[in-house]
């Protein structure tokens, strides 16, 4: 059903409304229209969306660990967001492509990545994450908006190609104040590229709310453009799913560019280096515990009959396994070797790269002729 958006997601200012197939407490709400693209999402496919984003969120706990542990560099959690991520990955056609922000660790999941490949570069191995030819997904994107240009550069292509598929961009409500989010629905709209627009709107650009950066709801932008748009319930994985279903098939039937606007929450940090305590009231915090991914769907479960102890064991098991997993790759990635650093950046030799390697390689044999000496 459409509900009145009257959260603190819209400032208290709007009641755009948006689609809800699930409400917090788990009951299912019919919707005609949106019902005829969930009509595969059997008791099973329930359970595997639900053991999805209980997995998820268990390598997001892990990894956030792990950088506290001081194994990773970094980490940018999705906490509060899977229901987003799953949903619209579990939307997607092996044939579309991914461009993805760095905070789509769920997205990543849905398309085969594997553990190691969500923490190398967040560990400092390697400048890229995973192999996006394998995935069909481009390496995470840390320019806030950038890859929207990516995608619809990538989009353009395909549709001159005569390629069916849809390429999907993924982003946050601060990257829609960046230039280039604007610039790429621009040219997505003038040359009707066959590219989704997916927008988490988790409430927070970092530490500006998104009240301060937009007076009327997101998706009501993308219009503006001459891209129609829908807002959906971001906590709600089956509407996202129906959602991201409907406006794929419309992407790649040739009518031109989507917008979604994914109304959710970032229950944790921007990144581990950040602190919300500075800048968010913990009352806003517990609200949206309320709303939370994950318990809405296994209540949904429960009133079905679907949330034995059996299963319940099954995710607590696929959960346990995913973490260690992602531990062994990450404490077993080797180091890095000191000139890989300019190992594939271009397809071929580059003479400046390659001077600049024999340079960089001059100066580390400095060191070793400067210990040899003092030995």
């Known amino acids: 059903m459409s509900i009145p958006d009257t959260g603190p997601e819209s400032g208290g200012k709007s009641r755009n409304p948006f689609i809800q197939l699930l409400t917090p407490a788990g009951v299912r709400v ?8 969930l009509k595969d999402i059997d008791g099973g496919r329930l359970q595997g969306l639900y053991r999805d984003m ?10 956030t660990a792990l950088q506290r542990q001081g194994e990773l560099a970094l980490w940018p959690p999705m906490l509060g967001q899977e229901a987003a991520q799953i949903g619209s990955g579990r939307a997607l056609a092996p044939d579309d492509f991914v461009f993805p922000s760095y905070r789509d660790t769920g997205v990543a999941w849905c398309r085969g990545a ?22 069909n997904m481009a390496p995470m994107q840390i320019i806030i908006g950038a890859q929207t240009l990516h995608a ?33 629905m621009v040219f997505a709209a003038s040359f009707q590229a066959p590219v989704l627009f997916f927008c988490q709107n988790n409430q927070w650009a970092i530490s500006e ?15 503006g453009f001459g891209i129609p748009s829908v807002r959906v319930d971001g906590n709600d994985v089956l509407a996202c799913l129906a959602v991201t279903r409907e406006a794929l098939d419309r992407v790649r039937s040739g009518a031109g560019p989507y917008f979604i606007e994914a109304v959710t929450y970032r229950m944790g940090p921007h990144t581990t280096a950040d602190d919300p305590t500075r800048y968010r009231d913990p009352n806003e915090l517990e609200d949206w515990r309320t709303r939370d ?13 679907l949330f034995g102890d059996e ?16 531990r062994a790759a ?38 070793e002729a400067a210990e040899g000496g003092q030995r």
């Not at 019919?30 to 693209?37: K, S, V």
């Not at 594997?114 to 995935?135: E, H, I, M, Q, T």
């Not at 000139?339 to 001059?362: C, G, I, M, W």
Request: proline residues 7%; aromatic residues 10%.
């Open 114 to 135: 594997d553990f190691a490949d969500l923490v190398k570069v967040w560990r400092g191995n390697a400048p890229s994450s995973w192999d996006p030819y394998r995935l």
């Open 54 to 63: 209980a997995v998820t969120r268990r390598i997001d706990v892990e990894a």
């Open 293 to 305: 991914p994950i318990d809405r769907l296994g209540a949904h479960l429960q009133s079905e009959g």
């Open 311 to 326: 299963f319940r064991d099954q995710v607590r098991a696929a959960a346990d396994d995913a973490a260690a997993g992602l």
């Open 209 to 223: 709310p998104v009240r301060v950066q937009a007076q009327r709801p997101i998706a009501d932008r993308a219009p």
């Open 30 to 37: 019919p919707e005609p229209h949106y019902d005829d693209w």
């Open 330 to 367: 990450c404490t077993g990635l080797p180091d890095p070797g000191e000139l890989e650093l300019f190992d594939n950046v271009y397809s071929t030799v580059h003479p400046v790269l390659e001077r600049q390697k024999q340079h960089y390689a001059r100066y580390l044999a400095g060191f």
């Open 152 to 184: 619809t550069g990538y989009a353009m292509a395909t549709k001159f190609d005569g390629a069916e598929t849809a390429t999907i961009v993924y982003f946050g409500d601060g990257a829609t104040s960046q230039g280039d989010t604007n610039e790429a």
